[in-house]
Each structure stands twice: as C-alpha cells, then as structure tokens.
C-alpha cells in the first residue's frame, strides 16, 4: 500500500460462507486489508494427499518441466491432457450406443470461461471459490442481489450442471490452484506478493462500489471470480474506464503460460479471486 493512500474505510464484508478450506475466516480473505496485506493460501489436503505431484515439481529443472509434470499427472490420474480435450470436442459429445461419455475437465471450464464467464462453465468455477474460499459471487447474467431470486437460481442450477460434475472436477481445479500457486512462487514471480492487473469496463453495473476514496480511487467489490489481464493496452479494448488493482498472488487462480495449447492465452488474462480490492480508475 502507498504511503499516502487514504485509510481503508469500515464496511461489512460481501456476504459468504461460515466456513471454508483456505483456514481464513471469508470477510477477511473477501477485505480490502487482506487483498493489501495478503497471506499464502493453500487448500486443505491437496497437496498432502497428491505428494507424487509436488515430488514432481520438485524435481523439475525448469518452467518447462514442470508444466509437463503437472500435464502428465493430470492425464494419469484424471485421463486430462491436451490431446484428450480434442478428442472430446470431436466426439465426446454425440448421443446414442456408441457415443463416447463425457469427461469433464479444468481445461474444458478454462476453455468455456474464455468464451463467456456467464456460461455453466463459469458458474462450476465460480460454484467452485464458493466451496474452497467461502465467498459468494455478486453476478452471473445478472446481479446476485437478495436470495432467493431467479438470478439465484439460475446460477445455482448452473453451477451443479451434472455434466460438468464428473472425473472429481473439484479437485482438479483444487489441484490447478495449487500448481499456479506453485509455479507463481518458484518461477513466474518468486519474489513479489502482489501483480499490478488491469480490467476495462464500460460502467460498473457488474460491480458495487462499497467506498469512494478520491476522484478516481474507490473501494470496489469484485465478483469471486474474475478477469484480469497484466496489459492495459488490452483492458483499454474493453471498456471506457479501466481499472487498475494490485491483485496478491495467493488470489490468483490462473494465467497464461502455465498451460500449453490455447487457454485463456490471446488477452493475458488472469483468473482472480475476488472480493473488495481499492481500485485506481481512469476514464477514456
């Protein structure tokens, strides 16, 4: 945080669940002070019962090789690789006696969220940060306002999609975070705690601005899982006012270059994790 930036203001915090797998209470990890004074997260269990994986990581010499250690635990044990993506696209999704049953996969949900984050892949993902961290999103389609609604429901029948809900689709993405925190740590970033990422939009009907610091600095409320990209070249494209966060490595789930093949990858986007984050904004 600057020096000189304004005192964070007293605001409840986005509503959330009473419990959660990271170990931090939810109005905390969803706080403007947690997103300024971040701590390493991890998800209970995961890598103590994947050791073979972190044993891999470990043993890789380079960005590289890790990514073909995590790909290849992946295809082992959730038969997820590249490959198997384009033969499920092909023909995974034909009825009748000989069609192939569908696999679901984390590369099927990154693939779909680059396409449009209100799709049912998005709510699974967003569904997702709800059962690990704890907070509930604040829009998909429209905005989650006082439960029940039919924007509730929407989402919540998405979200338990049942083709989406096979091949233990939550702990691949359990184990995704846990290889992007990993790799953030030991290549992408080893010695910072936070990234300066950009989000152009075009008002901020998706958002709720829970304080106003100054003429162009607000406390934001973000959706619990959100898109940001590193370029403000590319924010710019997509909105008339752009907001720059430092966002903490430990809220990101995932960015380019940790996967081959093309995911999420022609805009520089990263997958965060959300909540209240003070937010410098300029207008174009």
């Known amino acids: 945080m600057k020096p000189d930036a304004a005192p964070l203001p007293l605001a409840p915090p986005p509503a959330g669940h009473s419990t959660n797998l990271v170990g931090v209470p939810a109005g905390l990890l969803a706080s403007a002070a947690f997103n300024e004074h971040p701590l390493r997260l991890h998800i209970s269990g995961v890598r103590e019962t994947n050791p073979a994986l972190f044993r891999m990581l470990e043993d890789a010499t380079s960005p590289e090789e890790a990514m073909e250690a995590f790909q290849k635990y992946m295809a082992a044990v959730f038969g997820v690789d590249e490959m198997g993506e384009r033969r499920h696209r092909s023909a995974g999704d034909r009825t009748g006696p000989g069609a192939r049953h569908f696999r679901s996969s984390y ?3 990154l693939q779909g969220w680059g396409f449009d984050a209100n ?3 998005g709510a699974v993902l ?62 992408r970033f080893p010695s910072r705690r936070h990234l300066t990422l950009y989000r ?15 003429k162009r600095e607000a406390i934001v409320r973000q959706n619990n899982l959100i898109s940001f990209t590193d370029d403000r070249e590319v924010a710019d494209q997509f909105g008339d006012t752009l907001l720059e966060v430092q966002v903490p490595l430990s809220k990101i789930l995932f960015c380019n270059g940790l996967l ?3 995911v999420l990858k022609g805009e520089g986007e990263f997958l965060v994790i959300g909540g209240d984050y003070r937010v ?4 174009y």
């Not at 997702?128 to 429209?142: N, Q």
């Not at 410098?280 to 207008?283: P, T």
Request: glycine share 8%; proline share 7%; aromatic share 14%.
């Open 200 to 214: 152009g939009v075009n008002d901020l009907s998706e958002h709720h601005v829970v304080a106003t610091l100054g």
């Open 119 to 121: 799709n049912p892949e």
């Open 280 to 283: 410098q904004m300029s207008y």
């Open 126 to 187: 967003k569904g997702w940060v709800e059962s690990r961290f704890g907070l509930l999103p604040t829009f998909h389609k429209a905005p989650l306002g006082r439960y029940p609604s039919a924007a509730w429901m929407t989402y919540v029948e998405e979200k338990m999609c049942g083709r989406f809900h096979n091949n233990a689709i939550q702990l691949q993405l359990d184990l995704l975070y846990e290889y992007c925190q990993w790799m953030l740590a030991r290549y």
């Open 107 to 109: 590369r099927r949900l």
């Open 260 to 262: 081959p093949g093309p």
